[in-house]
C-alpha cells in the first residue's frame, strides 16, 4: 500500500517464478501489458522480457493493488495526488 500511495503500480511474480528462475541478469528491459484499459485488484499482468541477445519472454505478474481504494489512488497518481484533486473539487 506505500507504493501505491506513492503512485507505483506494485507487482509480485506468481508462486515459483523468481528472478532467478527468470534468469535476470540485469540487462533487461521490459514492457507491461494488459493496464491499458486500467488496473483491478489482484489482476494478473503480462510483463514481457527483452533479453540483450534480442530474444523475449512473458510471464504473468500479479497487481497488488488489493482494494477499490487503492486503484482510485493509483489511477490519481498517489494518496497525494487524490486528496489534493479531491479538495480542488
Known amino acids: 500500500s506505500n507504493l501505491v500511495g506513492m503512485g507505483v503500480l506494485p507487482l509480485v511474480f506468481k508462486e515459483g ?6 534468469n535476470l541478469t540485469g540487462e ?3 514492457d507491461l ?13 503480462t510483463m514481457i522480457i527483452h533479453r540483450a541477445d534480442g530474444s523475449s519472454d512473458e510471464v504473468k505478474l500479479m497487481s497488488r493493488i488489493d482494494t477499490l481504494d487503492e486503484v482510485e489512488y493509483y489511477k490519481h497518481g498517489g494518496i497525494l495526488h487524490y ?3 479531491d479538495l480542488a473539487a
Request: charged content about 25%; cysteine-free.
Open 33 to 45: 501489458s494488459g493496464i491499458e484499459a486500467g488496473v483491478s485488484p489482484h489482476q494478473d499482468i
Open 83 to 85: 486528496v489534493l484533486r
Open 17 to 22: 517464478v523468481s528472478r532467478e528462475t527468470l
Open 28 to 30: 533487461e528491459s521490459f
